[in-house]
């Protein structure tokens, strides 16, 4: 599978949300998609990054965006998660891991000299006639949130 590109159309998915509610992509045309993949719930940088999307949901949401968190936890894990830290943005459970493949926010990962397979830290703006309109690969979870907001308002 080639490497996803600005102006490419965004794969379509559908996964169930922290609820059991299938949600899918299509189900958002006409808004800005902030999809953010990460790899785990109730982890220091997943949890910082998520709270900080959550923090400015309503900045995001005045310009005409949603927030998407992607990750391979389990819907009872993101219930758990949005509970403990009251998040207000939606999380996706991609436990296949067949989107995150889709968006090559899974592959190859170093720590501590160590090679293994796992979540990519990426976050993709998809535009409301659904292409990929910005790229964050290998991101840094603290302020991250702000920067793609910064973008979102130059645009």
Sequence with gaps: MSELKLGDK???FSLKNQDGIEMALKDFKGKKVVLYF??????????????EFSELLGNFEDRNSIIIGISPDNERSHENFITKFKLKHILLSDIDKEVSKAYGAWGLKKNYGKEYEGIIRSTFVIDEQGKISTIYKNVRAKDHAAKVLADLAKA
């Design 10 to 12: 965004a794969p379509e």
């Design 38 to 51: 990460y790899p785990k719930d109730n982890t220091p940088g997943c949890t910082t990054e998520a709270c």
